[in-house]
T-cell receptor
Framework: GQNIDQPTEMTATEGAIVQINCTYQ??????LFWYQQHAGEAPTFLSY????GLEEKGRFSSFLSRSKGYSYLLLKELQMKDSASYLC???????????FGAGTRLAVHP | DTAVSQTPKYLVTQMGNDKSIKCEQN?????MYWYKQDSKKFLKIMFS???????INETVPNRFSPKSPDKAHLNLHINSLELGDSAVYFC???????????????FGPGTRLTVL
């Protein structure tokens, strides 16, 4: 079956670094996406990994290990506006079908 | 210059009614999707169309019927609405041209459906 696991909630302090982990078991794997979703808004794209390794984009980085079925999203220099849900999604099964995890709700406090 | 738009943004209706949600994208993408996000915020794929052809059809009650008049539009019609249909429905589009392609999906603002 298709399964994606990520922590339900995390808290962190402004200015700190936080790592959100995601493990997946999906068939026809074609890459791993991370999306950010603020309350009441649409998901917005953060990153995409298809090869093993780290992709860095400003304050956000994402890592993938295909052999371990594991990814993480690293957020540096946290800001209050980073308080949101972070959705891990596996592209699986063709035509970019995305299987989403339940999301990790991140709360950043002063 | 909205990329993916949906109407209406809010929809409140009685059980048993029939309703439609419309989606349009101006990104020139070939593939469009419908997702349902329930009260637990779990986002789940329902349907996908590539160039007006249905390519993904998940286990969804047949009361839900998607229609794509052209590749820029994907509508969702729901018959005989039930309480459990209450959710946020998101439309998305992507530059995916074939079975093997993966690319960013861009989401519309969502339609919050409440069935009373």
């Amino acid at each position: 079956g298709q399964n994606i696991d990520q922590p339900t909630e995390m808290t962190a302090t402004e200015g700190a670094i936080v790592q959100i982990n995601c493990t997946y078991q999906t068939s026809g794997f074609n890459g791993l996406f991370w999306y950010q979703q603020h309350a009441g808004e649409a998901p917005t794209f953060l990153s995409y990994n298809v090869l093993d390794g780290l992709e860095e984009k400003g304050r956000f980085s994402s890592f993938l290990s295909r052999s371990k079925g594991y990814s993480y999203l690293l957020l540096k220099e946290l800001q209050m506006k980073d308080s949101a849900s972070y959705l891990c999604a596996s592209s699986s099964g063709g035509y970019n079908k995305l299987i989403f995890g339940a999301g990790t709700r991140l709360a950043v406090h002063p | 210059d909205t990329a993916v738009s949906q109407t209406p943004k809010y929809l409140v209706t009685q059980m048993g009614n029939d309703k439609s949600i419309k989606c349009e994208q101006n990104l020139g993408h070939d593939t469009m999707y419908w997702y349902k996000q329930d009260s637990k915020k779990f986002l789940k794929i329902m349907f996908s169309y590539n160039n007006k052809e249905l390519i993904i059809n998940e286990t969804v009650p047949n009361r839900f019927s998607p229609k794509s008049p052209d590749k820029a539009h994907l509508n969702l019609h729901i018959n005989s609405l039930e309480l459990g249909d209450s959710a946020v429905y998101f439309c998305a589009s992507s530059h995916v041209t074939d079975y093997t392609t993966a690319d960013t999906q861009y989401f519309g603002p969502g339609t919050r459906l409440t069935v009373l």
